[in-house]
């Protein structure tokens, strides 16, 4: 596979531009753990603001925490700490020292939120708008915890221990517990706040794709040409992309043809195909989601 990427023909490079210094070590620690912290009061905010006040219990602990609560009116904090920390226990014995001690932070501290915030007022008593808005900030939360490196714990040790142990695949681990608290919500509380704790899992997980991968969508461009140079130099120098040259053959001629690959951004797409059409009218042009990019030109993860 040969790389081609003549863009510094076009600009020259200045002779005192550098490449922005990488955060230490102790810089993107201290990040990491400002990221967990920020995730927990968001998912704890979430949680007693929309979810508890209207009984939807979308899995993991804090459902379960929301099914005891309903029943025997323990406050759902302390339900999370007696579940948290024998699972994160279980997990360290298990798992093995490596688990961490960000998932230790996460058992402890997103439980402490849950009971700081247990005073204020919801803004909404509607079940559906609880269930969306309720999803989307625990996702937020998850996803910012997930960016910092980190855990909650509760049933996702759980899930993990059941893979260690049983050889059960994570995400169907992670299904099946969350599946089983929703299924208890159905019965102890009703149907109905089943059916919206599907809605929240739902929100959640689409909002944790948002928060890691970004909301701008790029495009990766598979193009095979009988001129791969004319189109190459198009990329190159009208549209100001990087592309490499994969080598593929023919199915049915058995020739070689070389495969050029770029990336471009959402508002790039028009202008790449007129160019490849200006340049290759019988091109074939293959334009696929990249959910995320990283490097030159895209976004630059520093921490």
Do not use: C
């Amino acid at each position: 596979m040969s790389t081609i990427d003549e863009r510094k023909h076009i600009v020259p490079a200045l002779p005192n531009k550098r490449r922005a210094p990488r955060f230490s070590q102790n810089t993107r620690t201290v990040f990491s753990y400002v990221a967990m912290l920020a995730g927990a009061f968001f998912i704890a905010a979430s949680f007693n603001l929309f979810l508890l006040p209207n009984r939807i219990a979308s899995g993991g602990v804090s459902g379960i925490s929301i099914i005891l609560n309903t029943l025997t009116h323990i406050p759902a904090a302390y339900t999370q700490w007696a579940l948290n920390i024998p699972l994160f226990i279980a997990g360290v014995l298990v798992l093995g020292k490596q688990f961490g001690v960000k998932t230790a932070v996460g058992s402890i501290v997103l439980p402490l939120f849950v009971l700081l915030t247990s005073h204020w007022t919801p803004p909404t008593s509607d079940p559906l708008l609880s269930a969306i808005y309720g999803g989307l900030g625990v996702g937020i939360g998850l996803g910012l915890v997930f960016r910092g490196r980190g855990s909650t714990g509760g049933l996702d040790v759980a899930a993990q221990i059941l893979h260690r142990v049983l050889g059960i695949r994570l995400g169907l681990a992670v299904a099946m517990l969350d599946g089983l608290v929703i299924l208890s919500a159905g019965l102890f509380i009703s149907l109905e706040n089943a059916l919206y704790a599907l809605i929240a899992l739902f929100t959640t997980s689409k909002t944790i794709d948002v928060i890691q991968t970004g909301l701008q969508t790029s495009k990766a461009a598979y193009i095979i040409s009988r001129d791969p140079e004319r189109v190459s130099a198009a990329i190159l120098h009208e549209l100001d992309r990087g592309l490499t040259r994969l080598q593929g053959t023919g199915g049915f001629t058995g020739d070689d043809r070389p495969v050029l690959l770029t990336v471009v951004g959402q508002n790039e797409v028009l202008k790449l195909k007129l160019l490849v059409r200006d340049a290759d009218p019988d091109a074939f042009v293959i334009i696929t989601n990249a959910a995320e990019v990283l490097g030159e030109g895209f976004r630059d993860e520093r921490i």
